[in-house]
């Protein structure tokens, strides 16, 4: 699949390129997709929440009355959790939500989505480009002129610039990944995935 080369000021660049049939044009997996968007989404969770059992309640440990002759139930101390301020039964303790993912699996989800925004024609390519500056209002500028201004878009690097980073910081709904940051996640979440020529260089070699 060909892809114009585009430039910072939104016109073509009189070349195009072709997007790597490995990465952007395979069988997809919904399942493999699936894997790696419960595992990201795991992965994200604190999993810190806590609730105090009985014996970890502050209160008296007297016992309310005596077991027998009253009539009513049997009853302990006022940590009881039948009582208002008495623990929790089988409540949450902290715990790690994250789950092992083969490597296979991850590349396979990721080329699956790949795919999937080749085919909606969701993929632009800009020519490789550096800021002279971290100013913001010049970046914005560039995805003014691509048409990605007011869309959610993750754009796709080779290489950290830190004024480039600097720049994309405080513009939301935008994102500035390293190929080999990328994740399912990200690629499914964006509108418009942009990659620069370097990044698709880096994304077939490897």
């Known amino acids: 699949m060909k892809v114009d080369v585009l430039k910072t000021d939104g016109s073509k660049a009189g070349r195009s390129i072709d997007l790597p049939e490995a990465y952007f044009a395979v069988e997809p997996n919904d399942h493999a997709i699936y894997l790696a968007v419960k595992q990201y989404s795991a992965n994200q969770r604190q999993g810190t929440h806590k609730?105090?059992?009985?014996?970890?309640?502050?209160?008296?440990?007297?016992?309310?009355?005596?077991?027998?002759?009253?009539?009513?139930?049997?009853?302990?101390?006022?940590?009881?959790?039948?009582?208002?301020?008495?623990?929790?039964?089988?409540?949450?303790?902290?715990?790690?939500?994250?789950?092992?993912?083969?490597?296979?699996?991850?590349?396979?989800?990721?080329?699956?989505?790949?795919?999937?925004?080749?085919?909606?024609?969701?993929?632009?390519?800009?020519?490789?480009?550096?800021?002279?500056?971290?100013?913001?209002?010049?970046?914005?500028?560039?995805?003014?002129?691509?048409?990605?201004?007011?869309?959610?878009?993750?754009?796709?690097?080779?290489e950290p610039d830190k004024n480039l980073s600097i720049a994309s910081r405080n513009i939301p709904n935008n994102r500035i990944v390293r190929v080999s940051d990328l994740n399912i996640y990200e690629i499914l979440n964006c509108k418009t995935l942009l990659f620069t020529e370097g990044s698709l260089k880096t994304l077939s070699a490897n």
């Open 51 to 158: 609730t105090k059992e009985k014996s970890e309640v502050s209160g008296s440990t007297r016992k309310l009355h005596r077991q027998k002759g009253t009539g009513g139930s049997r009853k302990g101390s006022v940590k009881n959790p039948l009582y208002p301020g008495g623990g929790r039964i089988f409540g949450p303790k902290p715990r790690d939500y994250s789950f092992k993912l083969n490597k296979k699996v991850k590349d396979l989800a990721r080329k699956s989505a790949l795919t999937y925004k080749a085919k909606d024609n969701a993929i632009s390519v800009i020519e490789d480009f550096k800021l002279d500056d971290n100013k913001t209002k010049n970046y914005f500028q560039i995805l003014k002129n691509l048409g990605v201004a007011s869309s959610k878009t993750v754009l796709v690097v080779s």
